[in-house]
């Protein structure tokens, strides 16, 4: 009876293993399980929505913007980090100017670059946060007049911060890429060995989709899933099949070429970044030399080629809660054949000399 007792158990173990492979499988996360992207023509409006607005941003001489590092859309409202990470600047829902941070220096209050930043809702009052690799440091939306800072005893790049105030980071000199912190600054885990090739920063870094942020490694075809309410990692796939760079890959370029790793990566296919709004996502794409702006709408795909330094590429150096953020510089807008007129009903007339014009898509 004891042999037949532990065969059975042995049995029940080995059932209980391929049960738990076979659900890994099942539920690994496939944004798309099929993507060929391909010049298609499509108008603006069927790449995107046929809703969308156009918000010029005033110019004065305190709010010249220059080049553009990240937009961030909050409560209607526009705040865009430029020159390098230097300054930000605020405008209200109708590109109105109303202040700027501009505090670059050693001192408490100050920083000597912004890294990355982001705006949340504290207690009824808009903040703006920013890191500058040593700390986050967080100001009044407003005036930003500074409120106060956390320090970290390592480099911290990018960051994401949750509602219940525990913060996502992406961190330097540590041997994971990914640290969840609370809002002391207390370490409650970390995940994803570093490894060079998977750390290529981009002005969003975490992207939103559904209830998930998603952290891509590199240019390949994998990125990290954090879900927010039960703190949890998870690996995934943007698209299923082996069309696109994988990590692997990825690692193996970086470990036979070193850093002209990106060289032999551009005669490969692979993702460069991801974006999405609701049910729909678009994906930036290298194939055959060439750039796709691709958007899956329920198993159908719409595509068109781009380059980067035109108002397509823009897609990926904004983030909004509501809507797809583009931007327009004068220059690209006087290339415009026709009339193009803002969402107050006004024409524009072009001056080299202004501001951007924030060009939006919603759902």
């Not at 293993?17 to 659900?23: G, M, Q, T, V």
């Not at 994803?192 to 075809?221: D, H, T």
């Not at 470990?255 to 729909?280: P, R, T, W």
């Amino acid at each position: 009876m004891k042999n037949i007792a532990q065969q059975f158990f042995l049995i029940c173990l080995v059932y209980l293993l391929l049960s738990s492979c076979s659900n890994q499988k099942v539920t690994e996360i496939v944004l798309i399980a099929d993507l060929s992207p391909e010049e298609s023509q499509p108008k603006w409006t069927e790449l995107f929505s046929d809703h969308y607005e156009i918000t010029p941003l005033e110019t004065t001489s305190c709010s010249l913007i220059g080049q553009i590092d990240k937009i961030r859309k909050f409560r209607n409202h526009y705040y865009i980090l430029s020159s390098n990470g230097k300054t930000i600047h605020h405008f209200d829902k109708d590109g109105k100017f109303v202040s700027s941070l501009n505090k670059q220096g050693q001192g408490p209050e100050e920083y000597p670059r912004i890294e990355d930043f982001d705006v949340y809702d504290i207690n009824g009052k808009t903040e703006v946060w920013i890191s500058d690799n040593k700390s986050l440091k967080i100001y009044d939306a407003t005036d930003f007049s500074f409120k106060r800072k956390i320090s970290y005893p390592f480099v911290i790049h990018k960051f994401k911060k949750m509602e219940n105030s525990h913060v996502l980071l992406v961190t330097g000199q540590n041997e994971n890429i990914l640290t969840l912190v609370d809002k002391e600054g207390k370490i409650i885990a970390e995940y994803l060995k570093k490894e060079i090739p998977y750390i290529m920063f981009r002005p969003v870094q975490f992207v939103a989709y559904e209830s998930c942020y998603l952290f891509q490694l590199g240019i390949s075809n994998t990125f990290v899933s954090f879900n927010p309410q039960t703190e949890q990692f998870q690996m995934g796939h943007y698209v299923g099949g082996k069309e696109f760079l994988t990590e692997k890959q990825l690692l193996e370029m970086f470990q036979a070429h070193g850093v002209d790793f990106i060289l032999e990566a551009n005669k490969c296919s692979y993702i460069n970044n991801m974006i999405s709004l609701g049910n729909i996502i678009w994906l930036q794409t290298h194939q055959g030399g060439k750039n796709y702006l691709t958007k899956v709408e329920g198993g159908q795909k719409v595509s068109t080629q781009f380059s980067y330094g035109t108002t397509l590429s823009t897609i990926s150096d904004t983030e909004s809660d509501d809507s797809i953020l583009l931007y327009i510089t004068p220059d690209r807008l006087s290339e415009y054949p026709e009339d193009v007129i803002d969402k107050f009903g006004n024409k524009i007339i072009c001056n080299m000399e202004d501001n951007p014009y924030i060009l939006e898509f919603f759902e």
